[in-house]
């Protein structure tokens, strides 16, 4: 069956391009791994698929299984290692992912596809993927409200249910809700208005905002600046009455983590001036830990862990009262 054992489906919305919906899909997902929960990603952002580039994964490739298409295993599912670690550290869920990215020859390479090639594509995402045991299945969509959220909302609302016991009831997935991203500005809130009202007329649930790059976090201490606006996505929150659940800064050190450290620019000549007389420095050794565990000592994974901890309450309080 189509989704065959998927629990959650949440969905990462946005109105607005360039607002960080991957980046946040990512994170979303890591710290819901790191609560012990087996996690799936899916990228359905045809003509810009960005998770391949995230998890460090461009030159992987998607193999077919008698049950359908095998996602792409970023980390495997793990017991705590640290013997000093509390009793309530949660062993590490799995995380996969799909993605159109997977299924290029070239990372150039343009999608140029009209409608009803981009509606087929998410259909069969949607159907031909073999998952299996997944807790929460994050789903990661392009910008708007066109052709691929419609596709996405109506094959959803025949696959899965908003409704808790009814999914329970029938074993089929539970559509948890949607997850809204924006930026604080204006120009970018009043889009993600129209992705609030796009759930609305589709009955999707929304579990909440995340007010991303608000301010900016120093790489050495952790301290938020805000250089731009702040506070743009928690009054739309609350305009629209749904749940905000925080903000999330520019956060250096998981630029990079996924897209590796820029060295500066410098001058040849002065470059060479400066390291006369000096010891050349041994390069630094790679850190080979897994994605999961070094975005454990980035500034953003508190704030990520209680937007996980939030989802999954919320889910457990309406399984037990349903």
């Not at 899916?42 to 077919?64: H, N, Y």
């Not at 899965?160 to 924006?182: C, E, F, I």
């Not at 905002?209 to 050495?220: Q, R, T």
């Amino acid at each position: 069956m189509p989704l065959d054992g998927v629990k959650n489906i949440v969905l990462v919305l946005s109105g607005k391009g360039g607002v960080g919906k991957s980046s946040v899909t990512l994170q979303l997902a890591l710290a819901l791994s790191l609560q012990g929960k087996s996690v799936g990603i899916l990228d359905i952002d045809l003509t810009g698929p960005s998770i391949p580039r995230l998890v460090g994964l461009e030159g992987a490739k998607i193999t077919q299984s008698p049950g359908g298409w095998l996602p792409v295993a970023v980390h495997d599912a793990a017991q705590p290692t640290d013997a000093t670690s509390s009793s309530s550290s949660h062993p590490r869920g799995s995380l996969r992912c799909m993605s159109l990215g997977f299924l290029l020859r070239d990372r150039g390479d343009a999608v140029i596809w009209r409608g009803p090639k981009k509606t087929a594509m998410i259909r069969q995402f949607l159907s031909d993927v073999a998952w299996g045991l997944t807790d929460y299945l994050l789903i990661d969509t392009p910008p708007g409200t066109s052709d691929e959220h419609i596709a996405l909302a109506e094959q959803l609302l025949t696959l899965s249910t908003a409704d808790a016991a009814l999914a329970a009831q029938n074993n089929m997935p539970r559509l948890t809700g949607a997850v809204l991203v924006t930026t604080p500005q204006a120009v970018a809130t009043s889009d993600v208005r129209k992705e609030a009202n796009f759930c609305v007329k589709t009955s999707i649930p929304v579990l909440g905002v995340i007010e991303n790059m608000s301010g900016y976090a120093c790489p050495c201490c952790g301290e938020v600046s805000n250089l731009f606006s702040s506070g743009g996505g928690e009054v739309m929150a609350q305009q629209l009455s749904i749940p905000f659940l925080g903000k999330v800064p520019v956060d250096v050190k998981f630029g990079e983590l996924v897209e590796g450290k820029m060295e500066p620019a410098s001058d040849d000549e002065d470059e060479e001036e400066e390291d006369e007389g000096k010891e050349a420095q041994p390069p630094a050794e790679p850190d080979l830990r897994p994605l999961v565990e070094r975005y454990k000592d980035g500034w953003s994974y508190p704030r990520f862990e209680d937007f996980a901890k939030t989802i999954i309450g919320g889910v457990q309080h309406t399984d037990r009262t349903s």
